[in-house]
């Protein structure tokens, strides 16, 4: 068992439930990436999130809940198909987005008619959200966008939370709540719902991908940006402070950079001299789950350009990729 001596670290989800409750913020884990929470329905709560993050304040935000069953507090319309999906991936990488319930502010949504819902499966999350039901709280939803500066790369271990925020949490108010490395690595998938057709549209790759999704629903293949505004769909996004290259194995003799060099590739990618190597996963999954360390890991050794060698395929191959061309513009 871990050992917190003092400040705003903790390994218990009392703690985190505590800190909700009383109007502070909780950094959580979840499997895709740690979130900085804040009851959902706490509006100076909300606004402190937006202040620490540094996030333009009309960006909507992703309620978590524990399961299908408090999506109704939140969406006006919860289709037998948004059913269907949650039965099938939650709890899980998966963010739905639909028609949105008073519940949900303008502070969550960013103004928009819709909110987004999601059902973490890491279990330190759940313990907190039912602590705060046996409060009292019905349904209770945590806001939470991932726990990052605006634009930066998303953390996965708490100590990265606690690197990227700490100095603006305070000590015995909010806490950040260790619950080991995310599992997933990167954020999760985002499909928008469409009330005229009953069909899904993808609005951010993730760890549940397009093909295990059409299994369940009709997903619209529509090319076209999504007709909502997804932030974090910003051309650029995910960004370490080293300039990123993609590459592919064949051409890394070809790049030319100045300074120091760091390389993430396939552990069948030989490192070229002088390189320093920052991550060798050896499959999609690896990749995604060290991607944002290893960037992370750049921007401490001062390397001034990461060459990566995005990993091919579908499924979170593809997320990865998206990741990683955000993070080159
Ligand atoms: O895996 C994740 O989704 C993580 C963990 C903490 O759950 N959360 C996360 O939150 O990545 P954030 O705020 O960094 O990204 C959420 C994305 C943003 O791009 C936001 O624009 C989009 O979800 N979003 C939220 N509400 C939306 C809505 N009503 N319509 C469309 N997009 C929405
Ligand atoms: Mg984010």
Not at 27 to 43: I, K, N, Q, R, S
Not at 114 to 125: D, G, N, Q
Not at 151 to 172: D, Y
Request: aromatic letters at 4%; a negative charge; glycine letters at 10%.
């Amino acid at each position: 068992m871990q050992k917190y001596a003092c400040g705003v670290m903790t390994g218990d989800a009392t703690a985190a439930a505590r800190a909700l409750r009383t109007g502070g913020l909780a950094a959580l884990p979840t499997e895709t990436v740690y979130g900085l929470g804040a009851l959902a329905t706490d509006p100076d709560a909300l606004a402190r999130i937006y202040e620490v993050k540094g996030r333009p304040s009309d960006h909507p935000v992703i309620v978590h809940i524990s399961g299908i069953g408090a999506a109704s507090e939140w969406a006006r319309m919860v289709p037998d198909s948004a059913r269907l999906l949650a039965a099938a991936f939650w709890p899980g990488p998966l963010t739905l987005v639909l028609p949105r319930a008073a519940l949900a502010s303008d502070t969550i949504t960013g103004g928009q008619e819709t909110v987004a819902l999601r059902a973490p499966a890491h279990p330190l999350f759940q313990e907190v959200l039912a602590l705060l039901e046996s409060d009292g709280l019905n349904a209770p939803g945590i806001a939470a966008p991932s726990a990052n500066r605006f634009g930066r790369v998303s953390p996965t271990t708490a100590s990265h939370v606690s690197e990227e925020l700490g100095s603006r949490l305070i000590e015995g108010r909010d806490v950040i709540l260790d619950g080991g490395p995310c599992a997933v690595g990167v954020e999760s998938t985002i499909v928008i719902w469409s009330p005229e057709s009953d069909t899904w549209q993808v609005a951010r790759e993730g760890g549940v991908t397009a093909a295990q999704l059409a299994e369940i629903v009709p997903v619209s293949t529509a090319s076209t940006e999504p007709s909502q505004r997804v932030p974090g769909a910003l051309a650029s996004h995910y960004s370490p402070a080293a300039r990123v290259l993609l590459s592919s194995a064949e051409s890394l003799s070809e790049v030319a950079a100045k300074g120091p060099v760091g390389l993430i590739a396939d552990t069948a990618v030989a490192t070229p001299p002088g390189w320093q190597r920052l991550c060798s996963p050896g499959d999609p999954e690896a990749y995604a789950r060290d991607l944002y360390a290893a960037l992370r890991s750049a921007d401490a050794d001062g390397i001034a350009t990461v060459v990566a060698v995005p990993p091919p395929g579908p499924g979170l191959a593809a997320a990865v990729r998206d990741r990683l061309t955000r993070a080159a513009r």
